[in-house]
């Protein structure tokens, strides 16, 4: 997967979701609000605040969804 955003976010709705296909190695960081990302065959699902980062790690689909109110990764 290769996505390249030079300038400006992705903006998510409450509980908007983005779907992200084979993005092993990708970083997702939360501009705004809090992000939720469950990755495809991995135990555990990341919550990210506002400033934080994750590398996804899985092939596969990973799921970004905006927590409660609006967000920006």
Do not use: F
Not at 1 to 27: C, F, K, W, Y
Not at 43 to 66: E, F, H, M, P, T
């Amino acid at each position: 997967m290769r996505i390249e955003l030079n300038s400006g976010a992705v903006r998510l709705h409450p509980n908007q979701t983005l779907r992200l296909v084979d993005g092993a190695g990708a970083t997702v960081c939360a501009l705004e609000g809090e992000v939720w990302i469950t990755e495809e065959n991995q135990a555990r699902d990341i919550v990210l605040k506002s400033g934080a980062c994750y590398r996804l790690r899985k092939r596969g689909l990973a799921i970004v969804n905006a927590l409660g109110g609006p967000g920006a990764v």
